[in-house]
């Protein structure tokens, strides 16, 4: 158990609606990581937060989005869903990002659009 | 433009012998590299770490080795154990920016009893 709690573990949906996907950090880490899995590209960085500020983007589209929480929670929200979205999303966290230590997974999101 | 390479998407080894996993990177910023190990239906979890001011760390049967100057990590797991029948990621990050990882491929390990 790596302490990183995501919710919920399967969502299943069709194109066009929203989905929220979210995640509870380890305790004591402040920065909270997100990246999808699909099957021809591996696990992909989408997004980072820092202690609830934005600290670095990856590949994420416009249609997707997130925010950290003043608990540190944070959640990942897809909007316009397309059925190149299935996928698995998993949220890592961290003490600092500065410092040289391991991002901490939870068990993902399997997302399947319809 | 894929930066951290696995090259090899699987390997079987003999129970109890050493199991060698390879991995190459393009990005000469990288300087914290991690293996991950991950189970279906399980989220990656952490195995070893190995910053770039070392080139070797050990963890017990695991043991990671850097070549800076070939760009190059390996992960040694001696003896082998059916338990370590798994996908191994190799991941790489720069600690300047974000600390964000780049993902290998994976390369599935199957222990053969």
């Known amino acids: 158990d790596s302490g990183v709690t995501q919710t919920p573990k399967h969502l299943i949906t069709a194109t066009g609606q929203r989905v929220t996907l979210r995640c509870s950090p380890r305790s004591g880490d402040l920065s909270v990581y997100w990246y999808q899995q699909s099957l021809d590209q591996g696990l992909q960085f989408l997004i980072q937060?820092?202690?609830?500020?934005?600290?670095a983007k990856g590949n994420i589209l416009e249609r997707f989005s997130a925010q950290q929480f003043p608990d540190l929670h944070s959640e990942l929200n897809l909007s316009s869903l397309e059925l190149g979205d299935s996928a698995l999303y998993f949220c890592a966290s961290s003490v600092d990002p500065g410092l040289s230590q391991p991002q901490h997974f939870g068990d993902g999101t399997r997302l399947s659009i319809l | 433009d894929q930066q951290v390479k696995q090259n090899s998407p699987s390997l079987s080894v003999q129970e109890g012998r050493i199991s060698i996993l390879n991995c190459d990177y393009t990005?000469?910023?990288?300087?914290?590299f991690l293996w991950y190990k991950k189970y279906p239906a399980e989220g990656p979890t952490f195995l070893i770490s190995i910053s770039s001011i070392k080139d070797k760390n050990e963890d017990g049967r695991f043991t990671v080795f850097l070549n800076k100057s070939a760009k190059h990590l390996s992960l040694h797991i001696v003896p082998s154990q059916p338990g370590d029948s798994a996908v191994y990621f190799c991941a790489a990050s720069a600690r300047r920016g974000a600390q964000k990882l780049v993902f290998g491929q994976g390369t599935r390990l199957t222990i053969n009893p």
């Open positions: 937060y820092y202690n609830g500020e934005e600290r």
């Open positions: 990005n000469s910023m990288f300087d914290y």
